[in-house]
């Protein structure tokens, strides 16, 4: 911007100083030629008295050479009885024509210009008086002249350039504080506001920021109390609900509910930690999509196992890390891989696969079972051919889109459905690669099996 702004002002103003310069350089030119040939005409004048009177050559001669102009030879008189005094650059042709014309007029010769004068004489006779103009003295003054009009126009360019300049970055400096306070705040830094100045359209915008910031950290205020109080409402009938685990019976049953409650409590525990987090201090997260597909098929192997349902789970490449945490990928790995074993008969085959490509990283889900009626309303939330929520697959696709991926569904090799999970992959900029998390560990997967 700032650039433009100098370019522009440059364009403009060299173009208005060369509508300037340019006429008044051929109007000093003009000036200049004209100042000589008057000069020229008031030496002729001086000459005249001279020649009406004169009957002697010599007389003429003493007065042609009393003038600067006589001395340098640049000034002769045509007299019709004595002949031709001084020195002379025209021929007898032009001395003729202006004797019949009897109007003065200037003669274009080598080095110069030739003034010619016709002077009446007594007895009718017409004497013709020649001054010289050298080229010298028709540009006398012009290349100073021209010179100070040349400076002239660079200084205006200058100073034009340089106004431009710093009005260019003035308003530059002010969009740039409004970009990096627009950057901070989409980083989380919600406390960053921006100092309004330069141009009052400017200054406008940069109140309108401030306004949205504060805005934006009064919801955000709100939000985090209502998520904290909700989790801390959530507490009383979660220490019931524990209470009551603990009366159960001991055995398998009464350790796997354990095993919930202890989940249960630890997510309203990191709701309520995140919710008091500020925006800034949240770690972008990142994870190995080799390892969690390795966890996940591992997982569901197990139970595919156990019906006899024929599965092929590929191994997933090596270091294929993507920006989201373990365990919300695995979460969405596990609504794919259960769509497959809830709806679809235990003969089924399911297949699983990772591919990757430059910028992205797919995991595609094939199953032998009757697949999808309507692909476009299965990826709606809250819509389903199963009498369901519809939310399963709304949270792969949000995973999907927040990494800059999408899902996809359709028809398979394999008769059935076919849905494949596309991941854009984690940048330089992004913490170590999350391994399994201890809780997931503890608690051995999303899930409890089916």
Do not use: K
Request: hydrophobic letters at 45%; aromatic letters at 4%; charged letters at 20%.
């Amino acid at each position: 911007m700032r650039r433009s702004y100098v370019r522009v002002a440059l364009a403009v103003t060299t173009l208005v100083a060369l509508a300037f310069v340019i006429p008044l350089a051929l109007l000093v030119q003009t000036a200049a030629q004209d100042r000589a040939l008057r000069e020229a005409e008031r030496q002729a004048l001086g000459l005249s008295a001279v020649v009406v009177v004169a009957t002697d050559r010599d007389l003429v001669l003493t007065s042609i050479m009393s003038t600067e102009a006589g001395q340098e030879g640049r000034l002769a008189a045509h007299l019709p009885t004595l002949g031709t005094v001084g020195v002379s650059r025209v021929d007898t042709a032009a001395v003729i024509h202006v004797r019949q014309q009897q109007s003065a007029g200037t003669i274009g010769v080598t080095g110069g210009r030739v003034y010619l004068r016709p002077v009446a004489l007594p007895e009718g006779l017409i004497a013709v008086i020649e001054v010289y103009v050298p080229s010298s003295s028709l540009r006398a003054g012009v290349g100073l002249a021209w010179l100070v009009l040349l400076g002239e126009a660079v200084v205006l360019v200058g100073v034009s350039t340089v106004l431009a300049d710093r009005l260019a970055a003035r308003v530059v400096r002010a969009s740039r504080d409004l970009a990096r306070t627009a950057a901070s705040l989409g980083a989380g830094s919600l406390h960053a506001r921006v100092r309004p100045s330069g141009p009052a359209e400017i200054e406008e915008v940069g109140g309108a920021l401030n306004i949205l910031a504060d805005r934006f950290a009064e919801l955000l205020a709100t939000e985090r109390a209502l998520a904290a109080n909700l989790s801390h409402r959530l507490r009383v009938p979660l220490t019931a609900l524990r209470l009551n685990t603990e009366a159960l019976p001991a055995g398998a049953d009464r350790d796997r509910q354990l095993r919930v409650v202890d989940r249960l409590e630890t997510e309203i525990n990191a709701v309520i930690v995140e919710a008091a987090r500020p925006l800034a201090a949240r770690p972008r997260l990142r994870c190995d999509l080799g390892a969690v597909v390795a966890d996940r098929t591992g997982f569901w192997g197990a139970l595919a196992e156990d019906q006899g349902r024929p599965w092929q789970a590929e191994e997933p490449p090596a270091g294929i890390t993507v920006p989201a945490a373990f365990s919300v990928v695995a979460e969405a790995l596990d609504v794919l891989l259960g769509n497959v074993f809830h709806h679809t008969p235990e003969t089924a085959a399911c297949r699983v696969c990772v591919q990757q490509g430059p910028d992205w990283a797919a995991v595609t889900v094939d199953d032998a079972g009757p697949g999808f009626r309507d692909a476009e309303a299965a990826v709606s939330r809250g819509a389903s051919d199963a009498d369901s929520t519809g939310l399963g697959l709304d949270i792969a696709r949000r995973l999907a889109a927040d990494t800059g991926g999408a899902l996809t569904v359709g028809r398979g090799e394999l008769g059935g459905a076919r849905v494949e999970l596309r991941l854009g992959l984690a940048g330089d900029d992004t913490p170590p690669p999350e391994r399994r998390p201890r809780l997931w560990q503890r608690l051995g997967g999303a899930h409890a099996r089916p």
